[in-house]
C-alpha cells in the first residue's frame, strides 16, 4: 500500500524568507501524481502545485515550487518570499494514475506559520 | 471561479442518529468524492462516486455509510447510526476527470460532532 510521509508537524518562517516542507512516499508503482494541498485556517483545502511522475522537470507556480526526486521518492515543496497568507496547514498527497477511481492518499501535515 | 461548496458547515447530533452532509460539486465536473479528517489525523479517502455508481470504496465506509445524487447538483453522504467515532471533519471533492488524471477540488468541509 502506497503511504505519504510529512515528517515536519510544524515549521515556522520569517516573511520574504524561504521555507521547504518535506514529504516522502513510497510506493511500487511507476505512475502517479503528486500534490501539495494548502488548507488555511479557513478549512477549504486548496490546491497548490501538482507534478506528473513521468516528467522530469519539477513544478512551479509563482512563489512555489517543488523538488521533486523519483528515485529517493521525495517531494519537497519550496516557498519564496513567504508572505503571512501562507500560513496554514500543508499537505502532501499522492495518487496513482492508472487502476485508481481517485484515492488521494494524504501525509498527515505541516503547520506553517509565518512571522512578521 | 466555481468552488465546491458544503452544508452545514457544522453538524452535532446525538449517538444512534442519522445525518446527512450535502455537498454541490463543480457543475461540469463528473466525479465525486467523500473524505474525513479526524482531529489531528490524516485525511482519509471515503469513497468515490461516478456515473451514479460507488467507483471505490476504503473500508471505513461501511454499511453505515451511503452516498447519493439525488438531483443533478447535490452529492450527499449519509450515515446511518452515528458513532461517537465518526466525529470528525467530511470533506466533499470533484474532478472533471478521473481524479487520477483530474485535480480533486475540495469543499470547505462539515465538522459533525457526534455526543
Known amino acids: 500500500a502506497q503511504t505519504v510521509t510529512q515528517s515536519q508537524p510544524e515549521m515556522s518562517v520569517q516573511e520574504a524568507e524561504t521555507v521547504t516542507l518535506s514529504c516522502t512516499y513510497d510506493?511500487?508503482?511507476?505512475?502517479?501524481?503528486l500534490f501539495w494541498y494548502k488548507q488555511p485556517p479557513s478549512r477549504q483545502m486548496i490546491l497548490v502545485i501538482r507534478?506528473?511522475?513521468?516528467?522530469?522537470q519539477n513544478a512551479t507556480e509563482n512563489r512555489f515550487s517543488v523538488n521533486f526526486q523519483k528515485a529517493a521518492k521525495s517531494f519537497s515543496l519550496k516557498i519564496s518570499d513567504s508572505q503571512l497568507g501562507d500560513a496554514a496547514m500543508y499537505f502532501c498527497?499522492?495518487?496513482?494514475?492508472?487502476?485508481?477511481?481517485?484515492?488521494?492518499?494524504f501525509g498527515k501535515g505541516t503547520k506553517l506559520s509565518v512571522k512578521p | 471561479e466555481p468552488e465546491v461548496t458544503q452544508t452545514p458547515s457544522h453538524q452535532v447530533t446525538q449517538m444512534g442518529q442519522e445525518v446527512i452532509l450535502r455537498c454541490v460539486p463543480i457543475?461540469?465536473?463528473?466525479?465525486f468524492y467523500w473524505y474525513r479528517q479526524i482531529l489531528g489525523q490524516k485525511v482519509e479517502f471515503l469513497v468515490s462516486?461516478?456515473?451514479?455508481?460507488?467507483?471505490?470504496k476504503s473500508e471505513i465506509f461501511d454499511d453505515q455509510f451511503s452516498v447519493e445524487r439525488p438531483d443533478g447538483s447535490n452529492f450527499t453522504l449519509k450515515i446511518r447510526s452515528t458513532k461517537l467515532e465518526d466525529s470528525a471533519m467530511y470533506f466533499c471533492?470533484?474532478?472533471?476527470?478521473?481524479?487520477?488524471?483530474?485535480?480533486?477540488?475540495f469543499g470547505p468541509g462539515t465538522r459533525l460532532t457526534v455526543l
Open positions: 471533492a470533484s474532478s472533471e476527470g478521473r481524479g487520477g488524471t483530474d485535480t480533486q477540488y
Open positions: 510506493t511500487s508503482e511507476s505512475d502517479y501524481y
Open positions: 507534478q506528473e511522475a513521468y516528467k522530469q
Open positions: 498527497a499522492y495518487i496513482n494514475y492508472g487502476g485508481s477511481q481517485g484515492n488521494l492518499i
Open positions: 457543475s461540469n465536473h463528473l466525479y
Open positions: 462516486f461516478y456515473n451514479n455508481e460507488i467507483s471505490e
